[in-house]
């Protein structure tokens, strides 16, 4: 994707998305608040319809294909089958434009509820909903920072904003399954223009994480969304004072594997 999109392109979404994805709440707990040393304001994108953000992915009509994760080859053949046989588009599931401006319609709507913010934490994987909170901080806060929770054993993010070039020869290794894909091309442009910041975070603390916001909001999570929260806790010095906006990014847990389980 040569041309990138821009902050505009996130408040059209938003008017295109409006009365066709839900408004998820903000949650607030004052104990986290306590734990972590800062006000906390939680987006519930995990209360979508699906189970996660990803329902904001934007399009604008038509028949499309869109891929996901899985086996690359079959999933590649698969999709130049299905586009050969319907004349669909192809929408890829984080580096296309729409689905980066769509995705950041979360933000948008997080400034909306929660009023100013000094830092949004979202996790990143492939970066499309971090490509697009940043695009949505652009347009309606731009003095907020945006913080990246990444897993220690899918740090590529982290790698290339301090290298300044996309490192794509890793082998995955984290409990976040949602966060292992390579950071996108165009998300990285994006990421690295509006100056984000990583935060690596152990899959221990994920979990941790992951549990306290059973315990203090009675919301279950999955680990690439509760990696946001555990990336406040794990460095509480960087966020102490602050009013920070953690997204909640998915819900979609196997009840009988939950890490806290005798």
Request: aromatic share 4%.
């Amino acid at each position: 994707m040569d041309e990138l999109p821009a902050a505009g392109d996130v408040l059209d979404a938003a008017a295109r998305i409006a009365g066709h994805v839900a408004v998820t709440p903000v949650l607030r707990s004052r104990a986290l608040d306590v734990l972590a040393g800062c006000t906390l304001v939680f987006k519930a994108e995990h209360l979508q319809p699906g189970g996660a953000f990803k329902l904001r992915g934007d399009g604008q009509g038509g028949a499309v294909v869109a891929r996901g994760m899985g086996d690359h080859a079959a999933r590649e053949a698969t999709c130049v089958q299905v586009q050969a046989e319907t004349g669909a588009t192809l929408v890829h599931p984080y580096a296309d434009a729409r689905v980066i401006a769509g995705q950041g319609t979360a933000a948008l709507e997080l400034l909306q509820q929660a009023g100013s913010l000094d830092a949004v934490v979202v996790p990143v994987g492939g970066g499309g909903l971090a490509a697009g909170t940043a695009l949505a901080l652009a347009a309606a806060a731009p003095d907020c920072r945006l913080v990246l929770a990444e897993p220690a054993g899918a740090a590529d993010t982290a790698r290339a904003l301090v290298a300044g070039v996309r490192q794509t020869d890793f082998v995955p290794d984290t409990v976040c399954d949602g966060l292992r894909a390579v950071l996108g091309e165009p998300n990285f442009r994006i990421l690295q223009a509006a100056g984000a910041e990583a935060a690596v975070v152990d899959d221990a603390a994920t979990l941790a994480a992951m549990r306290l916001l059973w315990q203090e909001l009675k919301q279950v999570v999955e680990p690439s969304s509760a990696i946001a929260l555990a990336a406040v806790l794990a460095q509480p010095q960087r966020f102490a004072g602050l009013r920070v906006g953690v997204v909640l990014t998915g819900g979609n847990v196997d009840l009988e594997a939950l890490p806290w389980r005798a």
